[in-house]
């Protein structure tokens, strides 16, 4: 175990990376135990020393190859952080944290943290490329990070205290679940969390009633043309096991950008409703998503016939998930689409 120690103020820690399931009970129960006993010690909310733990021990990166995550132990909350997960920021902000001091302000920021575009502000780089000179030049007490800044984990380490607060591909809910209570518990805002989650378990319940209707579905991620399908045990995975919704095939490869999935593909599966993510709109790109999807093969498909293409926001679900505000704005986006 590393332990950090900063004489004025406070540490850091680490975390893994990377995203209610269909049992309810059964979910919270096994999150509960996580959260419990691998992510923080039995101290009381906003009680130090406090140790933390990654919310998954390591997690594999093209540029660095695995990447391992240690708990770190805290001497006192932290007042001054850099903040590189939107997801994990958008937690702190429903839970009326402050102490930020840095976001990576050259990615898209969510409409809903444009405020940390500001200059009150600094911008520590992008989402994948941190600028690790103007981080050590800020002195945070903390970093937090998740999966695509993992390859810079051991320099950001030197800089400070190092948390990684990412959700994992194949256990999604109950690691946003876990980073949230890391939130909750290092800044003493149990209170506030269990109201928030209580948001999103009643916002489930409806998208549950509503998946309901259809018999399947295929959740897919646009770019620049191309079409990628995702599975069960894949990044948007949770829109079956969390949501309810039935996938039209168990036959497509896991992977963090999904598999390969021609036009033909999706007629062929034909599914009563189609998600479609746009990550060309998410990454600053010219999206031509309304004219690629609706050519004459999707035409044919009853999802296109029956009005059932669900276009998500690209941002929202690319780029800035795993957030209390982002969770909850995904769920009622798909609740708006299907009433």
């Known amino acids: 175990m590393k332990k950090w120690k900063i004489a004025s103020a406070v540490l850091a820690l680490s975390l893994g990376l990377t995203a209610c399931g269909n049992d309810d009970e059964a979910t919270k129960e096994k999150t509960n135990d996580n959260v419990a006993g691998e992510q923080t010690t039995n101290k009381a909310p906003g009680q130090y020393p406090m140790t933390v733990s990654p919310t998954t021990t390591s997690a594999e990166s093209e540029e660095a190859g695995t990447v391992n995550f ?57 989402l994948k490329e941190p600028l690790l000179e103007d981080i050590a030049e800020i002195g945070p007490d903390v970093i937090f990070i998740s999966g695509r800044q993992a390859p810079y984990y051991e320099e950001l380490s030197e800089i400070a205290p190092v948390v990684f607060v990412g959700t994992s591909q194949d256990d999604y ?118 004219k690629d999807m609706e050519n004459k093969i999707i035409q044919k498909t009853q999802a296109y016939q029956n009005k059932k293409i669900v276009y998500l926001d690209g941002v929202l679900w690319y780029l800035s998930g795993g957030g209390l505000q982002s969770e909850l704005a995904k769920i009622e986006e798909i609740v708006a689409e299907l009433k």
């Open 173 to 290: 809910w109950n690691t946003f679940l876990a980073s949230v209570d890391v939130a909750a518990k290092m800044f003493d805002k149990e209170a506030e969390a269990k109201e928030q989650i209580a948001k999103i378990d009643a916002a489930l319940e409806e998208v549950k009633a509503l998946s309901g209707n259809y018999e399947t579905s295929l959740v897919t991620m646009y770019n620049e043309g191309k079409l990628s399908g995702f599975a069960q045990n894949s990044r948007f995975g949770y829109i079956y096991d969390i949501y309810g919704f039935t996938p039209v095939t168990d036959d497509i490869a896991a992977s963090s950008h999904g598999s390969n999935f021609g036009f033909e593909a999706i007629l062929e599966f034909d599914p009563e409703v189609l998600f479609v993510i746009d990550r060309t709109a998410a990454v600053g790109g010219q999206s031509n998503i309304d």
């Open 70 to 126: 240690e708990d770190v132990t805290f001497d006192a909350m932290p007042e001054n952080m850099v903040v590189f997960d939107y997801g994990f920021l958008d937690t702190l902000d429903a839970l009326g944290v402050e102490g930020v001091v840095g976001v990576p302000q050259d990615s898209s920021l969510p409409a809903s943290l444009e405020e940390y575009a500001s200059d009150e502000y600094v911008n520590v780089g992008t």
